[in-house]
């Protein structure tokens, strides 16, 4: 779990006694969360909020940008602006982005990302690693995303936990054009190299918590981040989040994304 996550809920729930009736509930929901921060651990994020949300809170998954991240995005649907929004601000973060940032381009038909941009709108993106995959088959994805999480282990060595953090933006192209048990298998592969290097992954799905697709998935990931909109003027935010980890049975209440 992320530092300012942690920090979050338990503002929260200073804030709204109606986070979580029993305090050791609570605290035995964050102990978990932090042990998958040092064990590695991987995220299921989902809901039917708008795109802008899923990006906001991926962001948050990235990590701290004054905080040392490899950062791994692994894209099939994502737009250029929406990676930039999750790159940390270069005047705090501690290397340049190019030097702790990739980019592993699955989108069909192929379009590259970091290089058909304009650059002068989106500078951010200059010098940024990007690897376009040519396998129409999902063998290809989760070749390239284990070797770039083995690879930046080895470059990085020693690595320390949570230091690689991962994100795949996103799921629903993959459901589409392949079966679940092709999805689940490449799951089950890439989300074992991330638990073998302490690594963060989060991956995206746009699909609410009831869908039959994310009931299917769910046993796949530690845990399960739940969004949704709601009213500003009423709440004071826009969007919510909810967390929950499936086998300790613990779900947390809404808080602010």
């Not at 009736?21 to 991987?42: I, R, Y």
């Amino acid at each position: 779990m992320i530092s300012d996550e942690l920090s979050q809920l338990s503002r929260g729930e200073q804030q709204e006694d109606s986070v979580n009736p029993a305090n050791e509930d609570l605290q035995q929901f964050l102990s978990l969360l932090q042990q998958l921060k040092v064990k590695g651990c991987n995220i299921l994020v989902v809901g039917d909020p708008a795109r802008n949300v899923f990006t906001e809170c991926s962001n948050h998954l990235f990590g701290d940008d004054d905080a040392l991240r490899q950062r791994i995005f692994a894209v099939t649907d994502a737009h250029p602006e929406s990676i930039v929004d999750r790159l940390p601000d270069p005047n705090v973060a501690p290397r340049p982005v190019s030097n702790t940032t990739t980019v592993l381009n699955h989108a069909g038909p192929p379009r590259s990302i970091t290089a058909a941009t304009d650059l002068d709108t989106e500078p951010a993106l200059a010098g940024i690693e990007e690897i376009q995959i040519a396998d129409p088959n999902l063998q290809g994805l989760q070749s390239e995303l284990i070797e770039a999480i083995e690879e930046t282990a080895w470059e990085n060595d020693p690595i320390r936990p949570a230091e690689i953090r991962v994100g795949l933006d996103s799921l629903g192209p993959l459901l589409k054009h392949y079966p679940l048990s092709v999805v689940k298998r490449f799951l089950r592969k890439t989300t074992s190299t991330v638990l073998q290097h302490d690594a963060m992954a989060h991956y995206l799905l746009m699909e609410p918590y009831g869908h039959d697709y994310v009931q299917e998935l769910t046993s796949e990931f530690d845990a399960i981040v739940e969004l949704r909109s709601v009213d500003p003027e009423t709440n004071g935010h826009d969007a919510e989040q909810r967390w929950r980890v499936p086998s300790a049975g613990l779900t947390m209440d809404w808080l602010p994304v």
